[in-house]
């Protein structure tokens, strides 16, 4: 039985799947074949849910639109051809009546007899005209539904031949529900315990080094086989680059500077709800991707990782006025959907600095928002999600800041996402930099920006940074000690997917960006970053081992420093990207994780990042949830005031948190200083387990070794960490 209101409201359809209909030809009735002929009946159809839904044997459509005048739902009931980028001219199409088939600003239809998986659908908006107005209608586009659950269009990432490929909707009500077994647990890592990998999908397995059969490389079944990797790293939660569905083929629709560039980082959201379809192994399409990310997901949580996604909510895909690419949003209501000045030449606003600004805290898209971000946890089961230039969430529609924005507010009183870990990135691209001020609502996690520039800074030398660096590495408090804050909500990272690797912040003085197309313009200036004596490559002895002290230098810091510790993919091997410090367009070796040296440095760099981080995870020092106190920390230190001073040591005492007291210290100048250590607490003795001068194994002892003197001569750009043990 149809349980779509209104009943009598029929109107029948033959559907003839070897006839086309042009998109300018009316539904008209057809005789129905008598193998493929299928006999549609449509009723007016409900409001809610938005989206696509089933309601028993039929198939609800609903799509808001404020300033549509009318709105036309486009099917392809024989699902994907071969030409799917020519597919719009044979889609049957059905308009929606506005008396009958519209509920305030819904839009909506329910279809009886259709196939309950495998249609491709979007819809046909028209509305006012005159780019005055800010609409940006055109009825000549069909549109992909913003609450799509699945997205249909070109199979394989990078595949020239679907270059122009279109997107459409798609759903699937015929499957069995995902098997996440009897034994199944998700895991609930305290946020004061995790240790972040941010990575990125397809490029985590994506290079021949993988040893990966080709048809999973780049996919999340990818992910699964190297699963065993990181736990020999020993991080417990992922954080993936974007993998909502997006297009990587954007830069080439159009001839311009970065037309030789695929999109591989992701960061140009199509739709908020699909999975990224050709993340899915072997071309198998949406279906495929969605059931993948599960089996990823599952497979991750079994071995205790927890996922966090990177989420695109400032900005879509269908860039500016210019060159726009609209696929959705724009075309079905752009003054709704973005900020948009009509006043202005520039009527769209560009807080993101990729054309557009989603206008986050209007009632309807911070609506899609919450639906989305719950869709990931209830339909998915990840754990969390770090917000992109998430400073756009604390704007109002005119691009006003706001003291206590709605859409984050709500996003920290949810309860569905009341267990997630939630991480502002907080800045934007119009100037809005919130670190240690983000909206937050004792919820909130920050990537700690300041973090990164002043570990950078002091680490490589700078001088006058001493007093700061002491202030980052106990937590940041005078960021975030206020209100119920704790020092995980810092989240510490010295490097992430925008800027230098760890081997190119002590290779390269400066960016060469050359490879991008824009003449080096593009990419932060600001890198803090020293080449340790030659910009690049270079094959003298003494510059190689300074800069591998230097990243070790680095990496200990991450580890010892109190707050939530973030570390990027490749850095446990010393990847390099040639000094390109913006390289979201290029999918190759400079963005791929490469296998083979990782093969080749595994008992050396690798070891010392994974005891570093199994050492940060094990003792109960460095995992704190509350603030130092004065009982907590005794620095060693009489020359605060010194701007030349660019040496720094400290001691954790264990008190109640037990695992023994810590020394630790950090000389960042170009010359020995011989350091004065602490006696240890009573019965117990200095063991060194960190010199970063030291060649592996030497640089990191597991367990210790005694005889620690009361003099330690520290070498230039070197650490140490001491450990009190009986």
């Known amino acids: ?111 009886e007899n259709l196939p309950l998986s495998g249609v491709l659908y979007g819809y046909r908006v028209d509305g006012p005209e005159g780019w005055h107005t800010g609409h940006r209608f055109d009825k000549n586009l069909i549109l992909i539904d913003p609450y799509a659950k699945l997205i249909e269009g070109r199979r394989v990432f990078g595949d020239n031949n679907e270059k122009m490929s279109r997107f459409l909707g798609t759903y699937d009500f015929s499957s069995l529900p995902f098997d996440w077994g009897n034994d199944y647990k998700c895991p609930e890592i305290p946020e004061k315990d995790l240790v972040i990998y941010e990575m990125s999908v ?231 930099y919130l670190v240690g001020r983000f909206p937050n609502w004792d919820r909130w996690a920050e990537w700690n920006g300041k973090y990164r520039d002043d570990m950078r800074r002091f680490i490589k030398g700078d001088g006058g940074m001493k007093g700061t660096f002491a202030t980052r590495i106990s937590g940041s408090s005078d960021l975030y000690q206020i209100n119920a804050r704790k020092p995980y909500h810092s989240i510490n990272f010295v490097i992430a997917h925008d800027g230098f690797t760890l081997y190119d912040l002590v290779a390269y003085n400066s960016k060469h960006n050359e490879m991008n197309g824009e003449g080096g313009r593009d990419g932060c200036n600001d890198n803090y970053s020293w080449n340790c004596g030659f910009e690049g490559e270079t094959r003298d002895p003494a510059i190689n081992a300074l800069r591998s002290r230097q990243m070790k230098n680095f990496h200990l810091a991450l580890m010892v420093s109190q707050g939530t510790p973030m570390m990027l993919m490749g850095d446990e091997y010393a990847h390099t990207r040639y000094g390109n410090n913006n390289s979201y367009g290029h999918d190759t070796a400079m963005n791929h994780f490469q296998w083979n040296q990782l093969d080749a440095r595994k008992e050396s760099h690798f070891r010392f990042f994974a005891e570093t981080i199994r050492f940060h995870r094990q003792h109960p020092l460095l995992g704190r949830d509350t603030f130092l106190t004065k009982a907590d920390i005794t620095w060693h230190e009489k020359n605060w005031d010194n701007f030349d001073s660019r040496f720094l040591s400290f001691s954790l005492h264990e008190g109640k948190y037990g695992g023994g007291d810590l020394y630790i210290a950090f000389n960042a100048h170009d010359y020995f200083v011989k350091s004065v250590v602490p006696p240890p607490p009573s019965g117990k003795f200095w063991y060194r387990v960190v010199d970063t001068n030291l060649p592996s194994p030497d640089d990191f002892i597991v367990g210790g070794v005694p005889g620690v003197k009361k003099i330690y001569e520290m070498a230039p750009y070197s650490a140490v960490l001491l450990h009190a043990k009986p």
């Open 202 to 432: 397809r490029s985590f397995t994506a290079d021949k080094s993988s040893g990966l059969e080709p048809s999973i490389r780049g996919s999340y079944l990818g992910v699964i086989e190297k699963i065993p990797h990181l736990l020999e790293l020993g991080i417990n939660a992922v954080e993936l680059l974007p993998v909502f569905e997006y297009d990587e083929f954007e830069f080439q629709r159009h001839p311009n500077p970065r037309d030789h560039m695929l999109n591989v980082w992701g960061y140009s959201t199509m739709n908020f709800f699909s999975p990224m379809s050709r993340y899915a192994s072997t071309g198998g399409g949406p279906l495929a991707a969605s059931l993948e990310f599960k089996k990823m997901v599952k497979a991750l949580h079994s071995a205790g990782i927890e996922v966090i996604l990177d989420v695109v909510y400032n900005h879509t895909n269908e860039a500016d006025d210019e060159h726009p690419y609209t696929t959705s949003f724009r075309g079905i209501d752009n003054k709704v959907y973005y900020m948009v000045d009509t006043n202005s030449y520039v009527q769209l606003l560009n807080f993101s600095g990729c054309g557009n600004t989603f206008n986050c805290n209007h009632p309807m898209v911070m609506e899609l928002i919450l639906d989305s971000l719950r869709y990931w946890v209830t339909e998915y089961h990840v754990n969390g999600f770090r917000f992109d230039l998430a400073s756009v969430l604390c704007r109002g529609p005119d691009g006003t800041p706001l003291n206590a924005p709605l859409i984050v507010k709500a996003i920290a009183k949810d309860p569905v996402l009341s267990k997630c870990k939630i991480i502002a990135e907080p800045w934007d691209c119009g100037g809005l």
């Open 1 to 111: 039985m149809l349980h779509c209101p209104k009943p009598e409201m029929h109107s029948k359809i033959w559907i003839e799947s070897s006839v086309t209909l042009s998109p300018e030809e009316p539904l008209v009735e057809m005789p129905p074949s008598t193998k493929s002929g299928t006999l549609l009946r449509s009723s007016t159809g409900r409001p809610s849910p938005l989206g696509v839904s089933q309601l028993g044997d039929a198939v609800n459509f609903s799509l808001f639109s404020k300033h549509a005048t009318s709105v036309t739902l486009c099917l392809s009931i024989s699902g994907r051809s071969r030409e799917f980028s020519k597919m719009e001219s044979q889609m049957q199409e059905i308009p929606l009546n506005p008396k009958e088939n519209k509920t305030g600003d819904i839009w909506h239809v329910c279809i």
